[in-house]
């Protein structure tokens, strides 16, 4: 984490953004030269905090500290695929363009998630926090009509092996890293720091 | 299942017909210090009116509209670059608008261009593509990549491309692959012809005489990919000259009529819907009927193993062009080579070879210059130019450069352009002492295949020597 002091912080007061502390710090630029000691151009510090809201999205990320699971279906009648349930979860349905109805796929995950595919790997890129070899899975669910892209905490990933998530319900992050999964069976003393079961 | 209505899956019929008369290229590298991009573009270009015997100032005469690919505005850290360089190739106060849609950004700046003279608005257009993916260190550019994933439901995990994109490979490789070992050494296969090819390109930075075992005992990047089975990360600039058909044979004598079209799918492959297979000319509905018996797991589309942006650029195009058998009717093609798998899954999605038998194309030799199992002339050539793996990938440029390989091969001018000592000289490359020829001897039709990541746009872009044009239906 960076060691810079006050960095930016959000609230919503009213309904607008309401910031406080420093979204950016200003480092110096250095010349880049050759061996010659001839001018080539200059390096560009950037050090900036961007705000993003989840806006229909939060209810999925503010759920994974509970340890549920929430998807979205299509619940308009008038829908030719009226019934279609997303996970990931999708605030409109694609088709109608309705707002869908959120459900709790938590039981659905715990029961018949299964790997639908997988890649293990140990490159990464800048600002990962994830433990290498990272082990991505993409899940699938009975009922569901989407596959979950996430990463495999516990066990090693075989296609069709079943899986069960996992949620960071202590110090969450609010973001997609609060998820994982491990394969069925795994001991909760196995889990990683902050995760549990739900 | 989703489907389509006739609306959407109408063959475009373009208003008039639309030649490319010329392109050209820079230098492609890894990291170019020694140039601005503004050097790179004005290089293309300058080469882009040697080859019809025109100062630049001349062609630049012609031109009525630009349209410019660039992919990664943040590599750079300069928003709105294509008035930097629409300034610089002094073409103020032509209109001109920038395009972005990831790795096909070079195909898609085609199409735009297309457009513009298909629709009457310009008699002569610019399409220009660029990338500079040198400014920032590897780490920094791959989390950079990655952001082109889904920001909140891919990119923080692990900040890498590869993990969003590799699954597919997995789910391909077990399926259609039954990851046997000969299937691997077919993907090997690919990246030894592609680099291999590349030795004879002065453009290109990924040149390698290696065999399939370097390719197989290169590090891991994520099973069963490998270093060797991975495309090139570069900087450089590819353009072409797109006109009517008055202008193109006052250019020229032979224009090559251009047709592009596109296709798309979800950014985040978790958000794919199963759907029945939209068929090529090549195809009959039930030829897919028993691919779930034969292949356990590959009766899902197009699930994780194709790619169906492919799939409609291709269906769009060969009806527009008159393609009925890609094998058949075309002489060579320049494919997406990202990966070596996702090369094999394209010859699918394109119809080169049906859905679970794209191997064969590679096996069977067609996909050579030279079939190595017969030593005669290969079928259908593929990525002479040495592709993404041995060429280059500089994103914007990427389909651009493809189109112009293809089309010197129908000009009958690859020699002229790839053999040229001084030009060897000029990139501070050595010309190999068994540099070879691949002209493909009377090539008439190519095609090339412009892919963005997981596939979300893809366009395919179909050139015909103005003599042997198919017979369009559209
Ligand atoms: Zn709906």
Avoid at chain 1, 63 to 77: I, M, S, V
Avoid at chain 1, 99 to 124: G, P, Q, W, Y
Avoid at chain 2, 288 to 308: N, V
Avoid at chain 2, 401 to 427: L, P, S, T
Wanted: charged share 20%; glycine share 10%.
């Amino acid at each position: 984490m960076s060691g810079r002091a006050d960095r930016g912080t959000v609230k919503i007061v009213n309904g607008r953004y309401r910031p406080s502390g420093h979204f950016h710090y200003i480092d110096a630029n250095t010349p880049i030269y050759d061996e010659s000691g001839k001018l080539w151009g200059v390096t560009n510090p950037r050090d900036i905090t961007h705000i993003h809201t989840y806006g229909g999205e939060a209810p999925f990320f503010e759920a994974l500290k509970d340890g549920r699971l929430l998807g979205t279906k299509c619940e308009n009648p008038d829908c030719d695929y009226v019934g279609t349930t997303y996970m990931p979860f999708r605030i409109h349905c694609p088709d109608c363009l309705a707002r869908n109805t959120v459900v709790d796929l938590t039981k659905v995950a715990n029961s018949t998630a299964v790997i639908h595919s997988f890649m293990v790997t140990e490159r990464t890129g800048a600002f990962n926090t994830l433990p290498k070899p990272i082990k991505f899975i993409n899940v699938e669910f009975d009922g569901v009509d989407t596959i979950l892209m996430g990463s495999l905490a516990v066990g090693d990933p075989i296609i069709g092996q079943a899986v069960v998530p996992i949620f960071k319900t202590q110090d969450p992050t609010f973001t997609i890293l609060d998820l994982s999964w491990v394969v069925k069976g795994t001991d909760a003393s196995e889990l990683p720091a902050g995760f549990s079961f739900g | 299942m989703i489907k389509f209505s006739e609306r959407q899956l109408k063959i475009p019929r373009m208003c008039r017909p639309v030649y490319l008369v010329t392109g050209g290229m820079s230098k492609f590298g890894r990291a170019l210090p020694e140039k601005r991009t503004e050097e790179l573009v004005i290089d293309a270009f300058t080469e882009a009116a040697r080859f019809l015997n025109l100062s630049p100032s001349e062609l630049k005469s012609y031109i009525h509209s630009a349209y410019y690919g660039h992919f990664a505005d943040h590599f750079g850290d300069q928003l709105l670059g294509e008035a930097v360089i629409h300034d610089r190739l002094g073409l103020d106060p032509l209109g001109n608008v920038g395009i972005k849609t990831g790795g096909a950004t070079g195909g898609s700046t085609l199409w735009e261009a297309f457009k513009a003279v298909a629709s009457g608005y310009s008699d002569t257009v610019l399409a220009m593509g660029w990338e500079r993916m040198d400014e920032v260190p590897t780490d920094e550019g791959n989390h950079y990549i990655a952001c082109a994933a889904d920001k909140d439901w891919e990119t923080p995990l692990g900040h890498i491309y590869t993990g969003y994109y590799a699954v597919m490979a997995q789910k391909y490789w077990q399926v259609f692959g039954k990851s046997e070992d000969s299937f691997r050494r077919t993907m090997a296969a690919i990246a030894v012809k592609n680099r291999g090819y590349a030795r004879f390109n002065p453009h290109a930075h990924g040149a390698m005489k290696i065999t399939i075992e370097d390719v197989i005992n290169s590090p891991v990047v994520a099973h069963p990919l490998n270093a060797l089975d991975c495309c090139l990360m570069s900087v450089g600039a590819a353009c072409a000259i797109l006109c009517d058909e008055e202008t193109a044979f006052k250019l020229t004598d032979t224009p090559l009529r251009i047709d592009v079209a596109a296709g798309s799918h979800t950014l985040r492959p978790a958000d794919r819907r199963d759907m029945e297979i939209p068929l090529l000319p090549n195809e009959s509905s039930d030829q897919y009927k028993d691919l779930g018996e034969r292949f356990p797991g590959g009766d899902r589309y197009p699930g994780f193993t194709g790619f169906l942006a492919a799939r409609m650029a291709a269906y769009y195009a060969y009806r527009m062009a008159g393609v009925v058998d890609p094998t058949e009717d075309l002489d060579l093609v320049e494919l997406h080579d990202a990966f070596t798998i996702s090369d094999i899954q394209t010859y699918e999605d394109i119809g080169i070879r049906p859905y679970g038998e794209g191997r064969d194309y590679v096996e069977s030799g067609d996909c050579y210059h030279t079939n190595p199992h017969t030593g005669e002339p290969g079928k259908l050539p593929a990525n002479l130019s040495g592709g993404l793996i041995g060429n280059m990938h500089a994103v914007g440029a990427t389909g651009i450069m493809q189109v112009i390989e293809v089309a010197q091969h129908i000009w009958n001018r690859w020699a002229e352009m790839h053999g040229d000592e001084k030009k060897w000289q000029a990139f501070g490359r050595e010309k190999p002492a068994d540099w070879k020829n691949l002209q493909v001897v009377g090539a008439k039709r190519g095609l090339a295949i412009s892919h963005a990541g997981v596939g979300s746009h893809v366009t395919a872009t179909i050139l015909s020597h103005p003599d042997h044009q198919l017979e369009r239906r559209a």
